[in-house]
């Protein structure tokens, strides 16, 4: 098979596990892991197959056409940052895949978990391989409704719901933004692929939607990767299983908004904009996060925190836009994912072990978990920026972007400083706290974790020790092509474990002092943060209830006013405005008919049924109960079937024939459930009132009737129908082959409108069925139906 | 309804009514007629049944739910423009063939499936809504 092909169903194939993921795991219980993470293995192995031709500066691109009519088409770009992301996707999918067989182990919905990681990981590999940009916006939509169910995995807690719920509308709506600002994209620079797109050169900086563009883009972007102020829905979110926390919310998902302006920056970065921007929006993201993260006790949450702080940091390291700058912004990256997973795994293996996550009632695990503490520490360490691990490299590259000696460098250096120094201190109480210490009674029985828990954060934690120990290699194959494709030009990262004393240098290790001494009044710390948050009082999450509650407010408030419930003042609105709309539009354009001429000579029947019809509409008016009327009705709609029979319309008579015996028959119904009283006791001005309108409706449909006669019929459809009916269909009744052949997709859609309102009639009469004991009678009724059929 | 002679009559109106809607619907493509009137026909029959003998009568008398008439109904005109897609030209195409039953060459089409699915989605849904208003009306 070739790349192509290949490629695709590299695609597709987490969605075919997916699909399978529920009755395996019916069948193998939590082993089902081993066998559904060979599909990310095996993607893996597909996709690092490319690195050689990647590192050596090719993009590799290949797809199908989709819709061509609009020029949009299923294709992939796979350059140094694609592959990057797509690595990290499909390498730290498998070891997530394994590491939540043992997580769940025995849950009774495990296999419903592995089928929405795999839909995750499946849209994530979509979102950023994706060419097209009406690609991208769908699998950057459908990521956020796998992040909606995996979050409310948990969905018989009301957190677990409001997280979810809360995740989906941020991103959801973020996802919006993104999409107008494509499109802006689109309409300036004429093109729906990113590849092309990247070729622009600063034709769309210079446009003077370029505001508007960026603006949306950013919206989308800084939704997704939970910047101030939309981060709340990040730590909300923990609300999922540990794995998800691992997976999604801090190794991919929340990357897409990263990934995304990292893809834009060539063709959308470096103006005035753009780095005031980014690096606000960061570096307050990156300062607030850390300084949130200290004030939690439960370890998923610090965690969650300093994911916040570090998606800022590589918003802020983005839209610095320096060489060193970005070439930081592709190692944190990577490093970010490593220990940030590693970390996560090893609370939630806390967590299942011993039934806590809060770091202050554990302690003394050490000789308990001597694995688990390892891992931690070496996640920790990278975490921390300390040497030989990859964090630290990634820090020092970012250390070496503020060597400018100028203001704005300055306050950057000592934010980021700060930022760092406080994430330094929550990575060790995650790691040292629950394992050093005196032994703390925890709930359960401690013992160290089975290898499907250890082997994820294990392998996490020892590529952030082997990239940096290799990193020459890594370098080549990994960090150099993805940054240059974030610059947009070739760039060489450089950096290594030799030491080389300058600025970057006294930066850490002003870090590392700083970070130790938070990190031993780390209770102090938390006591300030509680205090001055309290004071503060108001933060976006509760904003964002109050939002919500506003929006339902204004709906119910708008929905009252517009639909009181009442169907007679429905009616008269509806049909006053039909009688508006036929009477106006002549009078204002003076496109009356001219008076209808009458022939002198009409047959006797035909004066007979006219007779007829207006003796069944006078009966209407007059008739003293309501069924009277409503058979009187019946009369005037057979006479009109008749006139459609005399003037050759003998498929539409019949119709009219059985519609009017069927509708006579469905009103006497629906009157005899309405209980209404039997005679119509409207004052006399509401009778005048509806009188008038529907005199003005009749008059008008008359009038339009007469106008649109007057035109002369135009025959090409007639005779186009005459001449194909029988030699093309089959059929010498032109009206049936209509509608069932040559317009026959529209009559499908007609029939299963028709089946719809058959259902939804169904559905209100059940409802309107109203107190208990008719429900009840109403269930019985439907059982028995059930059990004929 | 209390009437002896509607009650009697009624089963053979019934019949003659649906026999009469199939007629209808089988004659549509060449003469008046088609899926949507031999629906509202066996439609009106159905509802004479019910006046004469009650609802429970007819449920048990169609024995399948009508909304699952109308879902089959729906599914057999949704195949119908599908299997053109299988023979390889656009949807909705109609397709003919002309075996010979009992030495009579009967023209069967993609078109004909189509309209009896035009049919019982309207026998379905049409008799849906008047057997449970009749059903609650008599309450």
Same mark, same amino acid.
């Given at each position: 098979m070739d790349v192509t092909a290949l490629t695709f169903l590299a695609l597709a194939l987490p969605f075919a596990a997916a699909l399978v993921a529920p009755g395996l795991t019916r069948l193998l219980g939590h082993n089902a892991a081993w066998v559904l993470a060979i599909a990310p293995a095996a993607i893996f192995l597909h996709f690092l197959r490319f690195l050689p031709d990647v590192a050596s500066g090719e993009i590799v691109t290949g797809g199908y056409t989709w819709i061509p009519s609009f020029n949009v088409s299923f294709s992939w770009l796979i350059d140094g940052l694609s592959l990057t992301f797509m690595l990290l996707i499909s390498g730290i999918g498998a070891l997530i895949v394994l590491y939540s067989g043992g997580y769940l182990k025995g849950h009774p919905q495990q296999g419903r978990f592995f089928a929405f990681i795999l839909m995750f990981m499946g849209s994530m590999q979509g979102l950023v391989v994706s060419d097209s940009f009406l690609m991208l916006f769908v699998f950057w939509e459908l990521t956020s409704i796998a992040s909606f169910l995996l979050i409310g995995f948990d969905h018989a807690r009301e957190a677990a719901r409001r997280a979810a719920l809360q995740a989906l509308v941020v991103t959801g709506g973020g996802g919006l933004l993104l999409l107008a600002g494509l499109l802006i994209l689109w309409n300036v620079s %004429?093109?729906?692929?990113l590849s092309l797109l990247l070729s622009f050169g600063s034709e769309l900086k210079e446009s003077p939607f370029y505001l508007a563009a960026l603006l949306l883009v950013l919206g989308g972007a800084f939704t997704k990767s939970a910047q @101030?102020? @939309?981060? @709340?829905?990040l730590p909300n979110a923990?609300?999922?299983?540990t794995p998800v926390s691992a997976y999604l919310h801090s190794a991919t998902m929340v990357k897409a908004g990263v990934y995304l302006l990292m893809r834009l920056n060539p063709v959308l970065g470096g103006t005035p904009e753009w780095q005031l921007l980014l690096p606000l929006f960061g570096v307050t993201t990156l300062v607030i996060g850390a300084a949130l993260a200290v004030r939690q006790t439960d370890m998923k949450l610090m965690l969650a925190y300093t994911t916040v702080a570090s998606l800022g940091l590589l918003v802020m390291s983005i839209g610095l836009g320096s060489p060193h700058a970005v070439e930081a912004a592709a190692l944190y990256l990577v490093a970010h994912a490593l220990f940030k997973g590693a970390l996560f795994m090893v609370a939630g293996i806390l967590d299942h072990e011993? %039934?806590?996550?809060?770091f202050t009632k554990l302690g003394g695990l050490r000789s308990a978990m001597p694995l688990t503490f390892a891992i931690a520490l070496a996640a920790a360490l990278s975490m921390g920026g300390l040497p030989p691990f990859f964090g630290f490299l990634a820090k020092e590259e970012l250390y070496s972007a503020f060597s400018a000696s100028n203001l704005r460098s300055a306050l950057f250096a000592m934010l980021t400083v700060l930022g760092n120094a406080l994430m330094f201190a929550v990575a060790f109480a995650v790691a040292l706290k629950p394992f050093l210490g005196p032994r703390v009674n925890a709930p359960k029985h401690v013992h160290e974790a089975p290898p499907l828990l250890w082997i994820g954060p294990a392998v996490l934690a020892l590529k952030g020790l082997s990239i940096a120990l290799f990193s020459g290699l890594a370098h080549r194959l990994v960090s150099s092509p993805t940054a240059s494709a974030i610059a947009g030009e070739p760039r060489t990262v450089e950096i290594s474990l030799e030491p080389h004393v300058g600025l970057p240098l006294a930066l850490s290790a002003l870090t590392v002092a700083l970070g130790v001494a938070f990190y031993l009044n780390l209770a102090r710390l938390r006591a300030a943060m509680v205090t001055i948050l309290a004071d503060i009082g108001w933060g976006p999450d509760r904003g964002f209830d109050q939002f919500l509650r506003g929006l339902v407010r204004l709906a119910v408030a708008v929905t009252r006013r517009l639909q009181g419930g009442r169907f007679d003042v429905y009616m008269t609105a509806t049909f006053a405005l039909v009688a508006i709309v036929l009477l106006a539009i002549p009078l204002l354009y003076g496109e009356f008919p001219r008076a209808p001429f009458f022939s002198a000579d009409v047959p006797v029947h035909e004066l007979a049924i006219i007779a007829i019809a207006v003796g069944g509409l006078f009966a209407v008016v007059v008739a003293s109960d309501r069924l009277t009327a409503i058979v009187s009705l019946g009369i005037q709609g057979f006479a009109v079937a008749v006139i459609y029979l005399l003037y050759g319309a003998p498929d539409l008579s019949f119709t009219q024939f059985m519609v009017e015996t069927l509708s006579v028959v469905v009103l006497a119904l629906v009157m005899t459930r309405l209980r209404l009283s039997p005679a119509d006791h409207r004052p006399l001005p509401e009778k005048a009132r509806d009188a008038t309108i529907a005199l003005a409706c009749g008059l008008g449909f008359a009038l339009f009737l007469l106008r649109v006669t007057a035109v002369p019929f135009d025959r090409s459809l007639t005779d186009f129908f005459n001449l194909y009916s029988k030699s093309v269909a089959h059929g010498a009744n032109v009206v049936n082959v209509i509608i069932v052949d040559f317009r026959g997709t529209d009559t499908l859609g007609e029939i299963a409108v028709v089946m719809i309102t058959g259902l939804a009639i169904l559905a209100l009469v059940r409802l309107r069925a109203g107190s208990l004991k008719r429900a009840v009678v109403a269930e019985a009724d439907e059982t028995a139906v059930e059990e004929r059929a | 309804m209390k009437s002896v002679i509607f009650r009697t009559l009624a089963p053979v109106l019934t019949s003659l009514m649906m026999l009469f809607s199939i007629f209808v619907l089988l004659r549509g493509h060449n003469e008046p007629g088609g899926g949507f009137i031999g629906g509202l026909i066996a439609v009106s029959a159905l509802a004479i049944y019910g006046m004469a003998h009650g609802v429970e009568t007819v449920r048990r008398a169609i024995f399948f739910h009508p909304m699952a008439i109308a879902g089959a109904g729906l599914l057999a005109a949704t195949s119908a423009g599908l299997i053109a897609l299988f023979a390889g030209v656009p949807f909705m195409t109609g397709l003919w063939i002309y075996p010979a039953i009992f030495g009579l060459e009967v023209p069967l089409s993609t078109v004909l499936l189509f309209d009896s699915g035009v049919y019982l989605v309207v026998v379905g849904a049409i008799s849906s809504i008047a057997l449970s208003l009749e059903e609650r009306g008599g309450e």
């Open positions: %004429g093109v729906t692929q @101030f102020p @939309f981060h @709340f829905w923990m609300e999922a299983p011993t %039934g806590s996550r809060d | -």
